[in-house]
């Protein structure tokens, strides 16, 4: 661990230097204020802190805050506040909040990452031409124009070099040894080096003579209390959410053995480095998604990776100091120039458009760039909120009137209503004009599919149904309904003291009655038919409800495991795992079998999905599940005499052969009372564990805990499943889930 954490360490330093430095001269603050927040960040917050393989630093996204501050305060004032934001991040992390700012909407936050990133770019192309920034980003792009008419070449010159390393760089492949040292390095490094020997006539970076320089108090800010109040909550806020939001993010990637990240801790660990970092000079401090990422690709396993590389930053400071000076201002604003684009996502337009949340996001990126960073997350948050309410009223009526068939006879009139939506008195007009649509004496099946109705709408409903009953029609309200709608008739709606587990939504076959032979024998039954009521009943009944997790998979797909199992029809992966749509990627065959690398009967169908889910999607566990009775291994034990007449299914069976082989050198356990074909079941699972290993570019990434290998085996009869311990060899039952700290959390369907 200490020698993945030293290497990572080190390559997180490659990256937090330059970033640091470019960081602090686009704010406006001394520039070895960016190096002590990257020392701060890496240390204090490292220790600290509840992430382990975040690293934490000055950020991008509070360039504009900070930049504000310092011009209506200073530079000493915007330290002072910087304090106060972490002294308000600790009472916040100590209050255990944290959670709560993920309650800001992904739209709003990265709209206003992306604001960020305009402005940012804006600023920095007139450094890059050998201006300088304006005020305000509307200023900066009005004076665009005249300075694309008259740059100065040399810094034109070296901030186009920086910009063409950076995309010469992020097209290496990867895996080669040039992409281990991270593009930023060698893109400063060049230019910094063409500037000195040519001569060329660029700003350079100015620093102290030691890192803190004539180290000052902060001093209390000149303004009236709720600006200064503002300030703080506007830094101890972006900084708390962008931190939280680069905590899950990097926890989701995390490898096997990494414990969660404890977002409390976290907001406790960041609110430490900004009081730390504002006390001592340097700029606001938080997680950040670059030098984050890194640390995990280069194989950081703990914290103390990002603890060491505020220690590098510490000495590279200390003793460098006449090095860092070379480097020229308009190859620094041209890495920001790239960090600023990079911002400005534009994948995540396309995921907030399935949810239909792209205009809160173009509204908060326009406030962020027109009015300013606090001014545009609120009308963000504005729009936000103006979306949900619309979307609580949103209702959806349809009445269906259903003709019968010409040989029924004289049938009353049918008709078929389906009221979908939030059910409130302000939707009470649109529903009782539909209601009125329905013939007098008809009769009406009525699905109420709401998440609320109000007593307004209850009435409503109640006293139609009463006066169409009086008519001489019938309402049949579906079953999910009609046991909640009889007690609000009676006005009993105290809780139920036990309440029926709920199906599970992607399982319509739950609430589907078999069918008897003899309805499935009738000659005008065929199989087709079946399979064709069912895909009726799936889009009467579960499409409408999977409809926007399939948009969002639409796209692209992100399973989280690689689940190959036995094609036998008794094996539901996504019931036994609870996974929703999406999050398995499965391979199903004959045996759940793996054929051996280089095997004398070749197939390479397992191994392409096994290359495809590794080295294309990213999965980090793949499991092989048998189970009970299995087909394939009754085949083997009895010598493939029953199979002998199918080719194909014999020579794939060849690949058991291994597991066949380990069966019959193995004693059974004593005392063991499984039968010889559950026993092979089992060894099989660990066979094919065993073959996938063959692969020496699998089990490379295995042994270096990339990749986790998990055997699960179904006991069809009792559905219980049990999972395999490598260590013993043996099965056992699943355990138990620890008991949380607080109440359940839901989980998510993806």
């Known amino acids: 661990m200490l020698r993945r954490d030293l290497l990572s360490s080190f390559v997180v330093f490659l990256v937090a230097i330059p970033l640091s430095l470019g960081i602090a001269v686009a704010s406006g603050a001394p520039v070895a204020a960016g190096l002590i927040a990257a020392v701060v960040g890496g240390i204090v917050a490292g220790l600290i ?44 992390g100590a209050s255990r909040v944290a959670r709560t700012a993920l309650a800001v909407s992904p739209a709003v936050v990265h709209g206003m990452l992306a604001g960020v990133g305009v402005v940012l770019v804006l600023a920095q192309v ?33 901030g186009a070099l920086t910009v063409l390393v950076l995309l010469l760089w992020s097209r290496l492949p990867r895996g080669g040894w040039l992409r281990v040292v991270p593009g930023p390095l060698p893109a400063i490094a060049l230019a910094t080096v063409t500037a000195w020997s040519l001569g060329w006539n660029a700003q350079r970076v100015e620093l102290p003579e030691t890192l803190l320089g004539e180290w000052h108090a902060p001093v209390l800010p000149d303004g009236s209390l ?7 909550v506007s830094v101890a806020l972006v900084a708390a959410v962008e931190s939280l939001l680069c905590s899950v993010a990097i926890d989701r990637t995390r490898p096997a053995g990494v414990p969660r990240a404890d977002l409390d801790r976290d907001l406790l660990g960041q609110g430490a480095g900004n009081a730390v970092s504002g006390f001592l000079g340097g700029l606001p401090i938080a997680g950040v998604i670059v030098r984050s990422t890194a640390n995990v690709e280069a194989g950081a396993r703990s914290r103390w990776s990002a603890v060491l590389h505020g220690v590098w930053v510490l000495v590279l400071a200390l003793s460098c100091g006449p090095v860092i000076e070379q480097v020229p201002l308009p190859a620094l604003a041209a890495l920001l120039v790239v960090l600023g684009v990079r911002l400005m996502d534009t994948a995540r337009v396309r995921d907030l458009r399935h949810h239909r949340e792209a205009p809160a996001y173009f509204a908060t990126l326009a406030g962020v760039v027109v009015l300013g960073l606090g001014e545009g997350v609120l009308l963000g948050i504005g729009i936000m909120a103006i979306m949900a309410l619309r979307r609580l009223t949103r209702l959806s009526v349809r009445v269906e009137q259903l003709v019968p068939a010409p040989d029924d006879g004289p049938v009353p009139p049918r008709a078929h209503v389906v009221v979908e939506g939030t059910l409130t008195f302000l939707g009470v007009p649109k529903l009782t004009r539909a209601l009125q649509d329905v013939p007098s004496g008809s009769y009406v099946d009525l699905d109420l599919n709401v998440d609320f109705m109000d007593h307004a709408a209850f009435d409503a409903i109640h006293e139609w149904r009463l006066a169409h009953e009086r008519q001489g029609g019938r309402v049949d309200i579906d079953e999910v309904h009609e046991a909640w709608y009889e007690r609000a008739v009676t006005g009993d709606m105290s809780p139920r003291r036990k309440t029926p587990p709920p199906a599970r939504w992607w399982a319509p076959w739950a609430n589907r009655r078999r069918r008897s032979e003899a309805e499935l024998d009738a000659p005008e039954v065929s199989p087709a038919a079946v399979l064709l009521a069912g895909v009726r009943e ?44 999406g999050d398995l990627f499965i391979n199903r065959n004959v045996g759940a079998l793996v054929p051996r690398n280089g095997s004398r009967t070749p197939d390479d169908s397992v191994a392409a999905t096994v290359e495809y889910a590794v080295n294309v999607l990213d999965i980090r566990t793949i499991t092989v599940c048998g189970h009970s009775n299995c087909g394939a291994m009754a085949a083997l034990l009895a010598g493939g005499t029953e199979v002998g007449h199918l080719t194909a299914l014999s020579r794939w069976l060849k690949h058991g052969n291994h597991s ?9 356990p004593a005392g ?39 055997g699960l085996y179904l006991d069809l009869q009792s559905a219980n499943v049990e999972i395999l311990d490598r260590g013993t060899g043996s099965f056992a039952p699943v355990p138990d889930a620890p008991v949380p700290d607080g109440p359940p959390k839901p989980r998510s369907l993806t």
């Not at 382990?52 to 000493?76: D, E, F, H």
């Open 49 to 92: 802190g509840g992430s382990p393989l975040q690293v934490s630093g000055p950020a991008a996204g509070l360039t504009v805050i900070v930049a504000g501050l310092i011009q209506t305060y200073g530079w000493r004032a915007t330290c002072t506040i910087t304090l106060l934001g972490g002294l308000l991040q600790l009472a916040l």
């Open 126 to 158: 007139h450094v890059v031409l050998g201006g300088s920034p304006q005020q305000s980003a509307i200023d900066n792009l009005r004076e665009l124009p005249g300075q694309l008419v008259h740059p100065h070449t040399h810094p034109a010159l070296l």
């Open 226 to 232: 709720p600006a200064v109040v503002g300030a703080v």
């Open 538 to 581: 799936y889009h009467g009944r579960t499409a409408r409800l999977v409809r926007p997790i399939m948009a969002e998979l639409a796209m692209e797909q992100k399973p989280e495991h690689l689940f190959i199992t036995c094609v036998d029809s008794r094996i539901v992966p996504n019931i036994i795992t609870a996974s929703g749509p």
């Open 660 to 668: 066949l082989a380990r069966f019959l050198a193995e004693e059974p």
């Open 672 to 710: 063991a009372d499984e039968s010889p074909l559950t026993r092979l079941c089992k060894i099989n699972v660990m066979q094919q564990l065993d073959n996938l290993l063959t692969y020496p570019w699998l089990r490379e990434r295995v042994e270096s805990g990339e990749i986790e290998l998990v």
